[in-house]
């Protein structure tokens, strides 16, 4: 059993900071690509950025310059720094990780966290 916890939302005005963090926790065996989504209602989850196991990033255009994604994998844990934040970055973040575990032969499937509300408004 392995699971994602995220942390980290909250309410912010525009121009200011947050950063997200997502801790994954159980049999791990291994993590590839990590990464952020966001959604808002109506419509679908999309990527906000994501890191690979050794560290190559991309970002969704709306967010590169603003977003900073990175990791760190001796404690099983992806963050986002978002700065100079806009309404429109409101929504919820989730994190998904890659990973098998030590029961997956091997094998990669996608894990999701429970989703972290960030709300920019004045």
């Known amino acids: 059993q392995v699971q994602l916890v995220e942390s980290g939302g909250g309410l912010v005005q525009p121009g200011g900071s947050l950063r997200l963090s997502c801790a994954a926790s159980?049999?791990?065996?291994?993590?590839?690509?990590m990464g952020w989504y966001r959604q808002v209602p109506g419509k679908e989850r999309e990527l906000v950025a994501a890191i690979t196991s050794g560290g190559s990033t991309n970002y969704t255009d709306s967010v590169k310059g603003r977003f900073t994604i990175f990791r760190d994998n001796a404690k099983n844990t992806v963050y986002l720094q978002m700065n100079t934040l806009k309404p429109e970055d409101t929504a919820v973040y989730y994190c998904?990780?890659?990973?098998?575990?030590?029961?997956?032969?091997?094998?990669?499937?996608?894990?999701w966290g429970q989703g972290t509300q960030v709300t920019v408004s004045s």
């Open positions: 159980g049999s791990i065996f291994s993590i590839n690509t």
């Open positions: 998904k990780a890659d990973m098998a575990t030590v029961t997956s032969l091997g094998y990669e499937y996608d894990y």
